[in-house]
Nanobody, 122 residues
């Protein structure tokens, strides 16, 4: 089993930046990739970004390319999401996730964090 704890969510003005963190514990040896999903009010959960822990290969949803950057610190079993040029449409609960293979959709996910709320005001 893997436990995930997100942090860094909050309220930010449009155009601003925020950095999320996700720390994994437990059977971290089983983790091949970590990533982020988000769920806005009244909408389904969507893929945001992911990264492989060994090679650092990253994938991004088109909606965040050029604005968001995912990174990892393997020594700390932690991934980060640097969010720049935030827009009101980025408002959502952001969920950390892990998978035994590259994460590209919800079906790739083995474990979920409880989420952290990001609110972007206009």
């Amino acid at each position: 089993q893997v436990q995930l704890v997100e942090s860094g969510g909050g309220l930010v003005q449009a155009g601003g930046s925020l950095r999320l963190s996700c720390a994994a514990s437990g059977r971290t040896f089983s983790i091949y990739a970590m990533g982020w999903f988000r769920q806005a009010p009244g909408k389904e959960r969507e893929f945001v970004t992911s990264i492989t822990l060994s090679g650092g290969r990253a994938a991004y949803a088109d909606s965040v390319k050029g604005r968001f950057t995912i990174s990892r610190d393997n020594a700390k079993n932690t991934v980060y999401l640097q969010m720049n040029s935030l827009k009101p449409e980025d408002t959502a609960v952001y969920y950390c996730a892990t998978g035994g293979r590259m994460i590209v959709a919800q079906g790739s996910v083995d474990y979920w964090g409880k989420g952290t709320l990001v609110t972007v005001s206009s």
